[in-house]
């Protein structure tokens, strides 16, 4: 599984983007996907994730209710809506995929990353 993050960018304190992970081939839909990110000196870390059909969803506390994260297993494509964002959300964002098929949030746990996309959030 190849996967290519996007829609990344500099945006204000309060402002929103979507991100979008394409993936190549024909699994898209057994694999669980996930968003994390990882600051200047920062470990990585868990951002989101949702399951292989998309009925189940789990994100780090930093970002409930202002994260939402969605998928079209149609368009092999995985999304990332960030709404209310603030400085401290900034960070290289990238997309993995997790053969479990199942909600998972270790980094671990995943097999397969994309190269990211940097967000910027100016204040």
């Known amino acids: 599984v190849q996967l290519q993050a996007s829609g990344g960018g500099l945006v204000q304190a309060g402002g929103s983007l979507r991100l979008s992970c394409s993936a190549s081939g024909r699994t898209f839909s057994r694999y669980a996907m996930g968003w994390f990110r990882q600051a200047p000196g920062k470990e990585r870390e868990f951002v989101a994730t949702i399951s292989a059909s998309g009925g189940s969803t789990y994100f780090a506390d930093s970002v409930k209710g202002r994260f939402t994260i969605s998928r079209d297993n149609a368009k092999n494509t995985v999304y990332l809506q960030m709404n209310s964002l603030k400085p401290e959300d900034s960070a290289v964002y990238y997309c993995?995929?997790?053969?479990?098929?199942?909600?998972?949030?270790?980094?671990?746990?995943?097999?397969?990353w994309g190269q990211g996309t940097q967000v910027t959030v100016s204040s």
């Open positions: 993995a995929a997790a053969r479990s098929g199942s909600v998972v949030w270790t980094v671990l746990a995943y097999d397969y």
